[in-house]
């Protein structure tokens, strides 16, 4: 790898910690509710992407960094990317009980926390 790669790499692994706000037993818990199956869009099956994301963050955060493959790398990039767009379109008042808290959480970004 150069080092470019080895920094887009590094910040990448960084970013993803910094938004990641759930801790993987909070997320698996998470994961668990209807509130989290409620909300998403599909991509055909039963399960929402956020969905299946949010059980994917579970096995990255549980992974050690020398054992991150670029797949996992490349789907942290996803991650902080989605957490990124979605903070900017934060409704107005409480978002205690909003779809859009709900989703992030998906993601394993817990606004409130």
Not at 9 to 37: A, N, Q
Not at 57 to 75: R, S, W
Not at 78 to 87: A, E
Request: proline share 3%; aromatic share 6%.
């Amino acid at each position: 790898m150069s080092g470019a790669d080895d920094t887009s790499r590094e910040d990448t692994i960084k970013e993803f910690g910094e938004v990641v706000t759930m801790t993987p037993s909070g997320l698996k818990k998470w994961l668990g509710t209807e509130h989290s199956k409620s909300v998403g869009q599909s991509d055909g099956d039963d399960e929402s992407v956020g969905h299946a994301s949010g059980r994917r963050i579970v096995q990255l955060l549980e992974k050690k960094k020398a054992d991150l493959t670029d797949d996992d790398v490349a789907h942290m990039r996803k991650v902080v990317g989605y957490v990124h767009r979605h903070l900017k379109q934060r409704p107005s008042g409480d978002i205690t009980d909003t779809r859009w808290r709900y989703s992030l959480m998906n993601w394993g970004h817990d606004p409130k926390s």
